[in-house]
Each structure stands twice: as C-alpha cells, then as structure tokens.
C-alpha cells in the first residue's frame, strides 16, 4: 500500500508539526508514505469564498499529483471533505477522479477503517476536550453527532479514549467552532463569539488541552486563547498520539 | 383567471418523475398503548382517566373541580354530563362564549402524542372544542392507535369532512419560553378513556 | 451597503443578550433532539419526507389541479395569485366586497412575505394577529424574528412593559402566566368582533382537497370558528398527495420546531361551515421559478419548522433581524437571494457552512450546500467587492506554482515576527482584533521532511 502525504496549506506553513506527527504516526503502522513536494492547496479558500472557478487549477494539480496513490492521507477534514464533496463540480469526469475521492482520507477515518488499528496505547494522563469539527463530523461522519438518530459513534474520540490516564472531559455542545475559512473574517464579530463559547464550554468541562482533527479550528480557538491569556493548550489529535507513545 | 393559467404552465414546465416512497403503515410499536398514551397525554399537560364504562365516566367527571364549579355546560356525549343549555337552539356559536365546559366525543387516540380525533360531524359548532375554559373527551379505549400513521389510515376510511386531532390543552411558551397552559382555547384536557382496550384495532 | 455582518455585530455587542438569546434556542434545538429520540424511526421518516416532497414537487402542477378539484368540491372557493401583489388584492376583495373591516389573523409566513397587514391597513381593515408571539412584535410594530417563536428575541420584562401600555396590565409586571393571561381576555374580544378570519396552510391535501392548519394556542381554531368568512393563504409547495403522506409530515414538524409530540390543535378544514364561506388563495411569488432552478429545487421542501434557525449558531448568535428577510436563519439565507440577489448577497456568507441545518431539517434539504452554491451564484455575479475578487484571485494563482506558494508564506513567516505588533495588529488585521496570528514557525513542513530525510 503506497500512501500519498496530503499536507494542507495551514498545516505545511503554520503547523508543520502537525504534518509530521502525522507522518509519524502513519510510519508507526507499517506505512508506506510519500509526500509530493510540488502540493500547495486543495482550492478550499476559493470555493468558500464563491470564487470555484479559480480552485479548478488547484484541484487539477491536486489530481495530478496524487493521483497515483492507493491512498491519500491528510491531517484534516476540511480538505479531505472538499476533495470528496467539491471536487467533482470542478472536474467532473476526469480521468483518476473517481479513484481520488474514494482513496482520500482524512487521518483518523484512515486509521480506523482502512488501517483499523488496535485502539492506541500510550500515556496521556491530561483532561482532554475534544472538539469535533464540522467537517469531519457531518461530511465526513467520523462521529455520529448530536442532530442524528444514529447508533452513536466517533472515529477521532476511539483513537483517544485507550490513552493511558486520559480523562476526555464532555462539552455540553458539539457545536461549531467559528472558523468556517472566510467566515472568520467576514463576520468576525459572531465567529470570535462562537470561539469564545467552545473555550468557555471546554473550560467549564474542566479541560487542559482542547484536541480536534482539523488544524483551522484549533488555529481559530488557539488564537482567541492566546489574545485572551486563558490556561489552555491546543494539540491536534495526531500530536497527541505521537507524544502518548 | 390568467394567474391560474401561467401558475400551472410554469410548474409544469419544471415537472420531474420522482417515485414516492414506501411509507411506513405504522402499527405494534407500544406494548401498552393505554399506557403511552396516558404518558403522552401528560406530558402536553393534559390528563387521561381510564374507567370502565360510561356510566363511570359519567361519575368521574362529576368528581372533577371543573365540572363542579361549572355553571354552562355543553355535553354531547349521551350519558356523560348533562348540558346547562339546548345546543340544538344555538345558532350562533359567538352565543357559546363564557362556555365552562364541553364534553365531547372522540373517534380515536393517538398512543405516540396524546391526541384525540374529534370528528367535525359531531359538532353542531366548530367553536365547542376551542372555545370552553375546559374540554372534556370520550374515548373507547379500544379506539387507541399507536401512531398517527394508523390514525389516519383509519381516517382515510371515513368520509372526508372537518375535524382536529386535539393533543392536551392550549398552550404558549412565547414568553421567554415558559409554558404557559391555557393560551386561547382550553385550560386544561381531561380524556375520559372508556371501557377494556380489547385486540388492537385492525387497518 | 450593510448588511449582515454589521446587524450581527450590533447584536453581538450585547454580550448578554447575546448570549441569552443564544441559550434559549439551544434548549429549544435540545428539546427537539429529544422528541426526535423518542421516534425510533427518525433518520427513515426524514427520508420519507425528503422523497414525498420531491415527488409532489415534481408533479406539483397535477396536485394543485386535484386539490383545487376536490377543495371546490367540498364547497371552497379557490384563487390563484402569482405574486405578492395579487395575494393582497385577492384578499382585500374578499374582506371589501363584504363589507368586512375587522380580521383576526393566525401565523402565516406567506402573509409576512406578501406584506399583507400594511397593505390591508391601509385600506381601513383593522388587523389582529392572534399567534401570542405575533401579537406581541405587531404591537411593537415589529416584524417576528423567527417564524416559529416570534417574540423570541424580547425579555419578559420588555412584553410586561408593552402590555402596560397596551393592554393595560400592572407596571411592572412580567409572569408569564399573568401576561398570557391578559393576551388571552384582549385577543377573545378580538375574535368576538372579527367578521373574518385568515389562517395559514400548514399542508395542503390533494386527494381530499382538504388544508391542514397546525396550532398550539387555538387561535386558527377560535378565527374560523367565530367569524364566518375564512380566508387560508397557501404557497404552491405546501401540496401533499394523500393522508397516508400528511401522517409522515404530522409526526415531524412539531418535533421538530418546539420539541413537542404534535401541535395542540391539528385542524383539517374541508370545504366552508355550513354557514360559512372558506376561500383558498394558491400563491406563487417566485416558489415556480425556484422550482425551475435545478440546484436550489429541493428548498421548497420546507416545511418551515424553524429547527435549522434553532440549530443554527450564527442564528442564535445575531438573532432574526440581522437577515433583512421574512424568513431568516438557513433557509432565509436560500430563500432571499432568490428574491432579491443584490438585497441579500451577505446572507450567504453569513454561514460557517457548519451543516448542523442540513442534520436537524426534517426534509433534509442539504441547506448548506445551497448557501455554499448561492455564494458561487453571487460571484458569478460580480456581487461581491471587487477587490475581495482580486484577492482571491491573486491567491488561486499564487497557490498553483509551489515555488511562489512557499516563497509567499516564507515571507510571511519571516516578516510576522519581526515587525512591530501595532503595525501586524492594525485595524486592517480584521483576524488580530480579537485573537492572536498562529505563531509562525521558522520551518515549514516541506523544510522538517528535508532535513529529515537528510535533504538539506
């Protein structure tokens, strides 16, 4: 199995530390990973904006370079969600289509479905809320949610849940956390509101360090944490996993 | 009428095969419907009492404080009450306003919600369920469905005409979301259910 | 041009307020979650929904035929109005030829988009709204906020202080029940004296020709049931095909808008009272021509509930009015540009595409997809500024060469630190006004895999 590295834009200039626990974490379960250095960005910004036109370029060059894999795997759900979801308004029918939005994966549904890995061991003795973000949880469904009827679930919360000593604090809302790409910018006033309310509730849960599975929303939360000096710390999942074992 | 016309052209022109769905035909879904209903009925502020037959229901709603303080009083259930005044020489149903009571019959419960379909037929003044301070229904408890898929399979089966599914009493919670029980119609709902609940109903 | 980014944040400047509006629809999404619990076939009866709805709006010109068939039949008048202007006409002449000066009105969203009350107001037909939350913002000379709960944006104490002035109650005075109360005593002499009542259409029933009006006060009830003229203003999409299909629709929209089983009054009107009159008026108003629109089609399945604005938590963050439209929230935010595109071009960015509308809408109308499309329709456009254009263009292309890309975000990364915080924290960094910019690494990603894979 040859696993083609997706790093989103975020992750590779702001966080590459996320990108390389990602990786490491892929290495520490036999995989094969290569990373296409000639990536830049999934188009997402621009289809958020209205502007779909100017992603079809990125998204062509997305399929071009990963094309070839068996699986591409990306440490977030937003990106993953918008090769899977959007891609094919753009470059419906192209050849290699098909095969890259059911080969591409954000991180923990790789781990859980294709992988399907033991439930990860470790130490991580640390009161840990987790935030799901939404488009891992309602495009790609690694969790159930709270809107659906379903038999509940969550991909990124099993990942965590073995860790030895950690204590996953429950939030009162699954609720989003005020990112939402231009958003957080077009309407500042009611994202920083909303990010405001996912700390205060992660706080109010008792938790250390607020953990998700897509760098935009951590980014987000990180910066309201940090202008407003609250005793908080922020890791992605795969930080996490990396630094329990 | 032109507007009818270029309405009808225009959704025409957007017309498109989509098959409908197979629908649930509703059915066994509470081990005890008598119970769910009270349940439901409850829990939308209204109360259920079971009793055995009419002569019973009749003795329960003399029991009940709003009966008893009741000076107009319609009952349109034989046996079941007596009315203070001849509905029959009501002609105008503004004539019913500062009605105490209305006692009313209901074709059949619904177990998931509470209601009670009152058929329109019954109703010599659609204004008797709306406008009394307090309604009283009659029900057979045989007469229960589990949901409102059977309910309205068996409507489906009587002839088309007026009615309402009434669920509990009247309510509001447009003030800041507090329930408030009596908004404009009935302050409260009391469901007589009569007799044993016998085989479930068949569709 | 304002629009809603500048409502929002006024209405989030009011911290507590803000934050009071936003946990009192939060409970109400809760109570919803917990009615849809107790359906053990919720996610198939929201698909079964979804289906009926395409499959009467793909038909919707031979159900509007048979309902107007049977609705005749059973002694209704039935008219038709294209737009808004032909639906007040229609009524007014109803009320005028009549010679009827006083209607008592339950809720109906269509009515607030035609604008009726001003239009009847100004021809001298007093009109009451009866709903009690509507009643309430048509005393303050408002327009409801959400079209469920329409008075959910006014504390206790401000509707104790309108019905003082208005109603008369105690100075002072903000119980609920009391309040209630004396709404009660005011709207009764109201339906006493009306010689008209005008309701909404919650569902319309094409094999029977019947209309089905959902009410939790009665006041839909009390308004037909007094005065004898009934006029029920319906839009086209409200058509479903047999009972059999209204039972699926019954079951979700209660639970759906307040969390409730059903609503407490669930009426089906066939044909007048004996000695009555009931007129239906069939409206078009834009709902054909959203109909022939392939990617926004599927949102006049709403069944307007009101669950995606309770969900939603910018709505619950900026309140009703910061949309400028009838219908608000989500599906206002579809709704409105197929109105007035130019009017409502901020609505659809006013999203943060979380999804959670799409999740509780129980006709699962992919809400934040159209909101998503409607912003590529607005671009499309030239709508949005031109500079904002520019910018993105200048990133797209920035994005497709990798030497540029990194060049790019190498210098961002390199000049952040080093410039004084007044200029990075300017009033032009719209992101620094309340939080910090991620620390900017030395490396990038691309740089850590270099070096450890002992390429320099």
New interface residues.
Partial sequence: MKVGLF?P?L???????V??AT?RLLERYGVRVE?P?????C?Q????????A??R??AR?LLKLFGGYDYVVAPSGSCVSMVRNHFDELLGGEPGLDHLRRSTLELCEFLVDVLKVPTPSGRFPHRVGLHES??G???LRLGS??????VAFNKVRSLLAGLEGIDLVAPA?D??C????????????????????RIADHERAGAEIITGADVSCL??L???I??ARRPLRVMHVAEILVEAS | MAARENILEALRRAARAVALPDLPKGGARFADRRRQLGEALASVGGTCVPVADRAAADRALATLAIYREAKKIVSLVPGVGASSLEIGAVSDPHELEGLDVAVLPGTLAVAENGAVWIDGSVLPHRALFVIPEHLVLVVDAAAIVDDMHEAYARLAELPVGYGVFISGPSKTADIEQALVIGAQGARSCTLLLVGPMGERPAI | MSG??EA??RF??D?AK??WH?QSL?WVRKKR?AA??T?PD??ALRSAAARIKEHTLGRLADYLEEFEKNAVRSGAKVWFASDAAEHNAIVHRILAERGITRLVKSKSMLTEECHLNPYLEARGITVTDTDLGERIVQLRHEPPSHIVLPAIHLKKEEIGELFHGELGTDKGASDPKYLTEAARQHLRRRFLEAGAGLTGVNFAVAATGGIVVCTNEGNADMGTALPPVHIACMGVEKLVPRLEELAVFVRLLARSATGQPVTTYTTHFHGPRPDGELHIVVVDNGRSAQLANDTFRRSLSCIRCGACMN?C??FR??GGYSYGFVVPGPIGSVLAPGRDVGAHRTL?????????C???CPVRIDLHHEI?AW??????RKL?PVW??AA??L??FI????FL?RLG?WL??RMTPILPRAIVYSRWN??G?????????R???????RS?HGRA
């Fill in positions: 790093i834009c992750v590779e200039q702001l966080y590459p530390q990108g390389m990786l990373y250095e000639a990536q830049t960005c188009g910004p621009m289809t958020n904006s209205g502007c779909s100017d992603a370029p990125l060059k939404c488009h949880l309602r495009e949610g709270s809107e659906r009827r379903v809302r609720e989003c005020g990112f939402g790409g231009t958003f957080a910018v077009n309407e500042e006033a009611v994202s920083c509101m909303m990010g405001k309310d980014m987000h990180e910066g309201l940090r202008r | 809603h980014p929002a944040a989030v400047a911290d803000a934050h936003d939060w979650d849809a619990a359906v919720w996610e969900t938590p910018v963050r900026s659809p960015f006013a999203s943060s595409l979380c999804g959670s799409s999740d509780v998503l912003r590529q329709e607005i671009v499309r949005v904002k254009r993105m263009r990133l797209a994005l497709r060469f990798a890309y975000a961002v990364r719209v992101w006004r309340q939080r910090e910019l991620p620390p900017m690494p490396r990038s990603f691309r740089a850590l895999y450890r």
